[in-house]
């Protein structure tokens, strides 16, 4: 399946943090195929693994959480949602649709005011969290019935593509990353590898990282890679802490990662003509490489990342080369690891 096609598939899914069911059935189908062993463990996490074969083989780790950002409803006033947010800035949500998940979901709109009744003042300032309701066209009683307090909500958006080489959709953060690992498997299928390779599609990391926490801690890998998104470049962002799209994956340079493998990415970035752009990490990366690089007694860890713009809302947008670029290093990461003996 082409790269885009499985981007499709996997952002098609409301998956919010605690509710990834939907997108973790997606996510099995396509890592099914490619790995000798797939199982979901009692947080949700997906995880695959590809055995080499080979006795006492290290063990490298591959993670990209599938849950998004989104909202949870927390009461209902005259047939209104009102709703708390996880991942998500109120700025963004006045007059957006979002898909209420019961089964089956419902439509909703954000409500909002026409311009025409609001004063001055309030035409400037952003609404706040606790102003904002979801319409979802029901009275009191049905939207009761049918929606019961706790249920999440996910941004409702369509998968397009921008210009020739950017795709746009939500939840591209952070299943553009989840999408480079299953092309990484693919492309490292029929190769000898000296290590076991597991893929972990990591629950609630929006919210905690626990999920990439408690595989890591069961894995016990002895090299892990969190790979994740990072802030693509608009005429507006910062330069010093934006990424160029479609410049290649992002290395990240800090404390949260282990120096020799980032060293060594940017070794076979060079060799295999991958471009690459490097991001200095002055502090937690924000990414599953803090927990995991604690877990058990430590594992070496690295951070690669994709630069996506316009990230948790409902039109995050990627380009297509970066995902490709990213699964070609981290194959060529993969191809060598294990053969040192020392690490
Ligand atoms: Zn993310």
């Known amino acids: 399946m082409e790269t885009e096609q499985i981007l499709e598939r996997l952002c098609a899914e409301g998956a919010p943090s605690g509710f990834e069911g939907p997108a973790v059935r997606a996510a099995k189908e396509l890592l099914e195929p490619l790995m000798d062993e797939v199982w979901t463990d009692r947080l949700g996490n997906l995880i695959g693994v590809r055995r080499c074969g080979k006795p006492e083989a290290k063990k490298l780790l591959l993670d990209a959480h599938l849950d998004e950002v989104g909202l949870i409803v927390t009461g209902i006033k005259d047939g209104f949602l009102r709703f708390t947010a996880n991942g998500v800035d109120s700025r963004m949500l006045p007059d957006r649709e979002v898909m209420v998940l019961t089964d ?13 009744v609001l004063s001055a003042e309030e035409r400037e300032k952003a609404p706040e969290l606790k102003d904002l309701f979801v319409d979802v066209g029901l009275s009191q009683e049905e939207a009761e019935r049918r929606i019961p307090v706790g249920t999440p909500m996910t941004y409702r958006a369509a998968f397009t593509r921008l210009g020739e080489r950017q795709v746009c959709a939500k939840a591209l953060d952070d299943r553009a990353c989840y999408a480079a690992l299953l092309r990484a498997a693919e492309l490292l299928q029929g190769r000898e590898l000296d290590v076991d390779l597991y893929v972990l599609g990591s629950v609630c990391e929006e919210v905690s990282g626990v999920g990439a926490k408690v595989a890591a801690q069961a894995v016990a890998p002895d090299f892990c890679v969190a790979v994740d998104v990072t802030f693509g470049r608009t005429p507006d962002s910062p330069k010093d802490e934006s990424l160029v799209m479609g410049g290649g994956p992002v290395v990240g340079i800090g404390p949260n990662i282990t120096r020799w493998m980032s060293r060594q990415l940017l070794e076979k ?9 490097k991001e200095v990490m002055e502090h937690s990366s924000g990414t599953n490489a803090w927990p995991m690089q604690i877990a058990n007694e430590g594992i070496a860890t690295a951070v690669l990342s994709i630069p996506l713009k316009y990230m948790h809302t409902p039109v995050e947008v990627v380009e297509l080369s970066d995902i490709e670029e990213t699964a070609r290093l981290l194959a060529a990461f993969v191809v060598d690891l294990g053969k040192e003996g020392a690490q």
């Open 269 to 277: 970035a060079e060799a295999e003509s991958i471009p690459v752009q």
């Open 104 to 116: 089956p979901p419902l439509l909703g709109v954000v409500a909002c005011l026409p311009p025409h």
